[in-house]
């Protein structure tokens, strides 16, 4: 439950890895809609969490190892503060009990994250914001990957494309 609450949460949120091991109880909205998130430079910004990610979020705190101690959600099998490593070891687990060949790293969250809202027309600057990047021209990579979309879509509507 944990694993999977882990995958939800670094989709539908965009967040870095070392955002996620770094989330705790505290900053999570009591309705679990949104999570304040400690981003690079100390910077702190809001993120949404999808229903999908709540759900998989209070299915996983149900088991949790409940700690007075510990404020972060997400906790190894001793009850300790989970670490980017860690994170990286489910990712690589689950990937082979998949039976996936690529690797999957959570960085490929964040990119799925960005890349499908802009493919939805989100606005590149939303984009930025939830991402928590201090430049645009960092989020513009994420750009170039619609660009095969909007290929796509300029090929089936354009008169003079076919």
């Known amino acids: 439950k944990r694993d999977k609450a882990i995958l939800a949460v670094l989709y539908s949120t965009g967040i870095r890895v070392f955002e996620l091991v770094g989330a705790k109880l505290s900053d999570l909205s009591s309705d679990m809609t949104t999570l304040k998130v400690l981003g690079k430079r100390q910077k702190e910004r809001y993120v949404f969490i999808g ?67 802009l493919d939805a027309g989100a606005d590149i600057r939303a984009v930025q914001e939830l991402l928590g990047h201090a430049s645009l021209s960092s989020t513009q990579i994420y750009l170039s990957v619609s660009k095969d979309k909007l290929r796509e879509v300029y090929r089936k509507s354009h008169p003079h494309a076919k």
């Open 51 to 117: 229903d999908h990610a709540r759900d998989a979020i209070k299915n996983y705190l149900k088991e949790r190892i409940l700690s007075n101690e510990i404020d972060y959600i997400f906790l190894n099998q001793k009850g300790k503060k989970l670490t980017t490593r860690g994170i990286r070891y489910i990712l690589s687990t689950r990937r082979k009990l998949m039976g996936f060949d690529k690797m999957v790293t959570p960085h490929k969250f964040r990119h799925t994250f960005a890349t499908d809202l």
